[in-house]
């Protein structure tokens, strides 16, 4: 089998949703839909899950994964400190319903969605990618592999000397490993 490099799977950033920092919750909603719609079902099987926030310059600052989007939508999460950490520890069903109970989340949160995602700003909730999240777009699939999995990271951020050309996702990833499996002899 030939070396699957990071560039072959890899969506190019001018193909991936995207907004502005200063946009709205709403406005990064309706880009991702129109991304969507624009997809080349031929050359990605999956549809985008995440939007790419860009500063005044173009650049790549943030990404709103569509669990971040949710999150902003109730401002509760922020009090109990960050939930993608407390989510690794691993909480039985019974400590989320009385957390869940104790800080009353979603009681209204729901009825105002409109409201809130059209004042919610997209700088204020993105997530700012982490060091371990880029890869190469020359990179190997198994260094992608490695990042992902140790990571636990549903993309990477792809780049060619130091400028972020593209997307790496999770599900790319694996149907190239999946039409790998498929290929071996048993």
Sequence with gaps: MKTIIIKD????????????EDATLQEAVMAL???????DREKYKYLHRAILVLN????VVGK???????KALEPKYREIGDPDKLARAGFSPAFLK????KHSFWDSSLADICRK???????NFMH?????EYVRDDATLAEALHMLVMG???SLLVVRNSDIVGILRLTDVFVAVFDMMKQCET
């Design 9 to 20: 799977l890899m969506v190019p950033l001018e193909e991936y949703a995207t907004v502005s």
């Design 33 to 39: 839909e129109a991304a969507q719609e624009k997809i």
């Design 56 to 59: 005044r310059s173009g650049k």
């Design 64 to 70: 709103i994964s569509q669990l971040d989007a949710l």
């Design 98 to 101: 009385i957390l869940l109970e």
């Design 117 to 123: 995602c059209a004042r919610l700003k997209v700088k």
């Design 128 to 132: 700012t990618p982490t060091e371990g």
């Design 152 to 154: 636990r990271h549903h």
